[in-house]
């Protein structure tokens, strides 16, 4: 089966744009993550979304915002971009909510901001 | 608070020769956790879990890992490296609170493995 599907793969913005990402979980799976990954931050949460509801959020300004949709997929919005947003963009899903669930990772988009 | 830790950011290893890739935790309640890896310009991909049950692991690609709840451990073992396993290696817990409305990864800062031919 698909799997966790990430659009665009790469994308370049000029600081001050903002920007949009998108993910499709795998077929069936509600719960969808976000995390940013940086050189220096490492992997950081982003937001998780389950039902089309925002569940938990990560230490992140209001720039970072996302939303889920009635197929589960999502997309996660940055306003006003600034240099250090450059990073590679992770989604995940997972069919539960459940500890013994896993998750899997997509690809990721790779956002340049210059 | 909850955290993973890798002590190491680098581990070299002879082609052949075992490898271990460490982590150790810290969290309440039951440890939830998991091994991922990621190759260049790639997303995560994952290896292996431990939620409950027996404290040797298995996972994918021959990997496996124990948990020693004592030494609050995970260790990534593997009894003879390839030289396509190097690659970031990633611990990370899942911290899973449905009366605090959480659940999320919290990941440890990665652990380059170089296999050397």
């Known amino acids: 089966k698909a799997g966790v599907t990430q659009t665009p793969r790469y994308l370049i913005k000029t600081r001050g744009q903002q920007v949009t990402l998108s993910c499709s979980p795998i077929s069936g799976h509600r719960s969808v993550s976000w995390y940013q990954q940086t050189p220096g931050q490492g992997l950081q949460f982003l937001f998780e979304?389950?039902?089309?509801?925002?569940?938990n959020k990560g230490n992140f300004p209001g720039r970072f915002s996302g939303r889920q949709f009635s197929n589960s997929r999502s997309e996660m919005n940055v306003s006003t971009l600034e240099l250090g947003d450059s990073a590679l963009y992770l989604c995940a899903s997972s069919l539960s909510r459940k500890p013994d669930y896993g998750y899997t990772f997509g690809s990721g988009t790779r956002l340049t901001v210059v | 608070a909850q955290s993973v830790a890798q002590p190491e950011d680098q581990v070299n290893v002879a082609e052949g020769n075992p490898l271990t890739v460490k982590c150790t935790y810290s969290v309440s309640g039951n440890p939830y956790l998991f091994w991922y890896v990621q190759y260049p310009n790639r997303g995560l991909q994952f290896l292996l879990k431990y939620i409950t049950g027996d404290n040797l692991v298995k996972g994918s690609y021959g990997f496996e890992a124990e948990f020693n709840k004592s030494q609050t451990s995970f260790h990534l073992k593997k009894p003879s490296a390839l030289v396509s396993d190097s690659a970031l290696y990633f611990c990370?817990?899942?911290?899973?609170?449905?009366?605090?409305?959480?659940?999320?990864?919290?990941f440890g800062t990665g652990t380059r493995l170089q296999v050397f031919p």
């Open positions: 990370a817990v899942r911290v899973n609170s449905l009366s605090y409305n959480t659940d999320k990864l919290i």
């Open positions: 979304y389950f039902s089309e509801t925002q569940r």
